[in-house]
């Protein structure tokens, strides 16, 4: 099985945004000069009647152009810190590739980041689907019935989770599902599973009828057995490869 992060697809998407950044970034100083000519050089009267509709359209484009800027900014920090790599992924394929049962029909893909599908921890492509993987590190004592998580405070008190790894995991089942759907992939069965890569000692969880299976990481062979691996393929190594290729171009 292979262990793969669309690497060079982050990047090319992190340079397309600089080049966005910089025509906004041009287009926003473009703004904030023209506005600053018009109301540094006036090119009609102060006693014109409409001279007030020209003041605000020089005041304006500043403050729109300075927005526009700001906008362009954020752009570039974006650009840069998009992330190339998930490390609790990447453990979790790791742990993957203990099982013999992964061969080289299976494809562990991190860290998917694009348009149309958004973020998304992890996918294993194979011949049994596509399973979606929510990576989580956290710590403590939990418990989820159904779609709803608690989290016991230091005081023993349980209180809502501040995130919903439920949710978040059905939301990222279902992009998948629409990407493939768009992609006439649609045959592709799409599974989930949240995983909590921490000990059994630091993260303890009590589940009663889980909407998304549960796992630790040390137990996550065990798990798939039970949950996602069939002895029989659900698709053709054609449509796996047709899969992978769309997620990692």
Known sequence: MENIAPVRALTRRSRQLLQIAFIVLA?????VVVGALLTTILLIPRTHQLFGLYELTGNGLIWLGAIVILGAIVTFIRALTRRKENDLAYLTGDVLNESAYFDGRYSFIRNINRSGLGYIDAILVGPAGALVFRILSNTGNYANEVANWLK???QGEWLPFATNPTKEAVDDIQQLRDYLLKNRLESVPVFGIIVFTAGPGAVQIAEKDPVVPISHLHS??????????????????????????????
């Open 27 to 31: 287009v926003g100083a473009l703004m």
């Open 152 to 154: 016991q405070n230091n």
């Open 220 to 249: 996550l062979l065990q798990n798939l057995g039970e949950q996602y691996l069939t002895k029989q393929d659900r698709i053709s190594q054609e449509t796996v490869t047709a899969v992978r290729r769309l997620l990692l171009e």
